[in-house]
């Protein structure tokens, strides 16, 4: 199909659109007594018309319940993790035991940087692409000076070409093999959020592998927005909100995957706590 930047096309568009029924499962907002035409579903999704009932059922068990919610709720409490775990594999193509849901995207990532990026020697560079998410921007930053490193030296911007606005994978590709084994991390948001520009996951993860680096992906525009095979593109690492393209509300709690060749290896530095 060819993009046409009428009005025309844009009706076609709707007409022909299969997933238009989803519309009224939301609540929108109103303006002058009219539903607005809601376009920052990026930065905070609509709220689920059956949201309202899921939490007054979880307000009622802990009214009811207390401290016996955690095992005896209709819906306990100790175990949401494991039974978010089936569908949340399947948003971001990954298995199970891949997935989990916990805290918030920033502090997932900082919690996966302990295990993914363990700079030593000459390799302790980070690739990411310019003018990231800020949040990321401080993130990446804070984790290099706490390593002792200048971040000035060790990130490195992968940059569009002049006038473009989009970066090209030949690019993106070109840049991780001059670092080659200086690099010691690729994290890269996987859909820009600027542009919503999706990047080649799989043939990137590959480029950081083939010279020796973890690679991890920050999915905050990609989770439940584009197919994504985390598992099968060999992702290490990756993260995610739920407010945005999943609708779970403001503050709600993010998710993160980690490779299942990583389980295992008792080697792989991590911050241990409730689940020991």
Same mark, same amino acid.
């Given at each position: 199909?060819?993009?046409?930047?009428?009005?025309?096309?844009? /009706?076609?568009?709707?007409?022909? @659109?299969?997933?238009? /029924?989803y519309?009224?499962?939301?609540?929108?907002?109103?303006?002058?007594?009219?539903?607005?035409? =809601?376009?920052?579903?990026?930065?905070?999704?609509?709220?689920?018309?059956?949201?309202?009932?899921?939490v007054?059922?979880?307000?009622? @068990?802990?009214?009811?319940?207390?401290?016996e919610?955690?095992?005896?709720?209709?819906?306990?409490w &100790?175990?949401?993790?494991?039974?978010?775990?089936?569908?949340?594999a399947?948003?971001?193509?990954?298995?199970?035991?891949?997935?989990?849901?916990?805290?918030?995207?920033?502090?997932?990532?900082?919690?996966?940087?302990?295990?993914?990026?363990?700079?030593?020697? $000459? /390799?302790? $560079?980070?690739?990411?692409?310019?003018?990231?998410?800020?949040?990321?921007?401080?993130?990446?930053?804070?984790?290099?000076?706490?390593?002792?490193y @200048?971040?000035?030296?060790?990130?490195?911007?992968?940059?569009?070409?002049?006038?473009?606005?989009?970066?090209?994978?030949?690019?993106?590709?070109?840049?991780?093999?001059?670092?080659?084994?200086?690099?010691?991390? *690729?994290?890269?948001?996987?859909?820009?959020?600027?542009?919503?520009?999706?990047?080649?996951?799989?043939?990137?993860?590959?480029?950081?592998?083939?010279?020796?680096?973890?690679?991890? &992906?920050?999915?905050?525009?990609?989770?439940?927005?584009?197919?994504?095979?985390?598992?099968?593109? $060999? *992702?290490?690492?990756?993260? &995610?909100?739920? =407010?945005?393209?999943?609708?779970?509300?403001?503050?709600?709690?993010?998710?993160?995957?980690?490779?299942?060749? =990583?389980?295992?290896?008792?080697?792989?530095?991590?911050?241990?706590? &409730?689940?020991?």
């Amino acid at each position: 199909m060819q993009f046409e930047n009428t009005r025309e096309f844009a /009706r076609k568009l709707d007409k022909e @659109d299969n997933l238009s /029924r989803y519309r009224d499962e939301f609540i929108f907002p109103k303006v002058n007594g009219k539903d607005v035409i =809601y376009f920052v579903g990026n930065s905070l999704g609509l709220q689920p018309k059956t949201a309202q009932k899921y939490v007054n059922e979880i307000m009622k @068990d802990w009214a009811e319940l207390a401290v016996e919610g955690h095992f005896y709720a209709e819906k306990s409490w &100790w175990d949401y993790h494991e039974r978010f775990s089936e569908k949340l594999a399947r948003v971001v193509g990954a298995k199970p035991s891949e997935v989990t849901v916990m805290n918030t995207l920033t502090v997932n990532l900082h919690l996966l940087m302990v295990s993914f990026y363990r700079p030593s020697g $000459k /390799r302790y $560079k980070i690739i990411c692409e310019e003018k990231a998410f800020p949040s990321d921007q401080y993130m990446i930053s804070s984790q290099v000076r706490f390593h002792g490193y @200048d971040p000035e030296d060790a990130i490195v911007e992968i940059k569009k070409r002049d006038g473009e606005n989009n970066f090209r994978t030949e690019d993106v590709l070109e840049k991780i093999k001059e670092v080659g084994d200086e690099c010691a991390l *690729v994290l890269i948001g996987g859909v820009n959020y600027y542009t919503g520009q999706v990047f080649d996951m799989e043939t990137i993860t590959k480029a950081g592998h083939d010279v020796g680096a973890f690679v991890g &992906w920050d999915l905050a525009h990609a989770a439940g927005n584009i197919e994504l095979k985390l598992s099968e593109w $060999k *992702v290490d690492f990756a993260a &995610w909100c739920s =407010y945005k393209y999943m609708n779970s509300g403001p503050g709600n709690a993010s998710g993160c995957f980690i490779n299942e060749k =990583y389980h295992n290896k008792k080697d792989i530095p991590r911050f241990e706590g &409730w689940w020991g």
